[in-house]
T-cell receptor, first 115, second 115 residues
Framework: DGGITQSPKYLFRKEGQNVTLSCEQN?????MYWYRQDPGQGLRLIYY???????QKGDIAEGYSVSREKKESFPLTVTSAQKNPTAFYLC??????????????FGAGSRLTVL | AQSVTQLDSHVSVSEGTPVLLRCNYS??????LFWYVQHPNKGLQLLLK??????LVKGINGFEAEFKKSETSFHLTKPSAHMSDAAEYFC?????????????FGSGTRLLVRP
């Protein structure tokens, strides 16, 4: 079955450490996204990519970095510059054309806790 | 500016009674609108979408939503709540951005279903 796989599901990090969250999709979608979710708030866009080797900052990109070297993969690095990284991180993908354009398919999420 | 407002942070209903989750949007053009559902510690799943076809949209699990342009609303309803409907629900509106689209998420409504 096609879908999005995020790993790890739970991650603990000490202050000052960088961590990388994995996101892999086998849906053949062109666009991929990273969102951050905090309690009582909607999802906020961190980065998105419409095509391989290209990505754009979202609303809260500071302290995060991404790469898109393969269509299937869009890893997110949470750097030590991110002041409040404890959150639930969601990866999503979508087609960029056709009836499914802008309809997001989400992974199950990764919960990052900074100790 | 485009935005989406979910009018209730929590809604509590008894099993078997109707569900109404309210959403108002602000958009300078005809938007695409979505409802997503999120069960605890899971990713989001698409319930339904409106893309300027029929104003009454039917989704999965018996949910439906009606697009009312005059009221700028897209409320989600279900005739009879089931215990498995307990989850968080997000209303989403699209925003045109350069040559692509960005999704704006509401802050979410948590639905509680009492036995």
């Amino acid at each position: 079955d096609g879908g999005i796989t995020q790993s790890p599901k739970y991650l603990f990090r000490k202050e000052g450490q960088n961590v990388t969250l994995s996101c892999e999709q086998n849906l053949n979608h062109d666009a991929m996204y990273w969102y951050r979710q905090d309690p009582g708030q909607g999802l906020r866009l961190i980065y998105y990519s419409q095509i391989v080797n290209d990505f754009q900052k979202g609303d809260i990109a500071e302290g995060y970095s991404v790469s898109r070297e393969k269509k299937e993969s869009f890893p997110l690095t949470v750097t030590s510059a991110q002041k409040n990284p404890t959150a639930f991180y969601l990866c999503a993908s979508s087609p960029t054309s056709g009836t499914g354009a802008n309809v997001l398919t989400f992974g199950a999420g990764s919960r990052l806790t900074v100790l | 500016a485009q935005s989406v407002t979910q009018l209730d942070s929590h809604v509590s209903v008894s099993e078997g009674t109707p569900v109404l989750l309210r959403c108002n949007y602000s958009s300078s053009y005809s938007p695409s609108l979505f409802w997503y559902v999120q069960h605890p510690n899971k990713g989001l799943q698409l319930l339904l979408k409106y893309t300027s076809a029929a104003t009454l949209v039917k989704g999965i699990n018996g949910f439906e939503a009606e697009f009312k342009k005059s009221e700028t609303s897209f409320h989600l309803t279900k005739p009879s709540a089931h215990m498995s409907d307990a989850a968080e629900y997000f209303c989403v509106v699209t925003v045109e951005m350069d040559s692509s689209y960005k999704l704006i998420f509401g802050s979410g409504t948590r639905l509680l279903v009492r036995p």
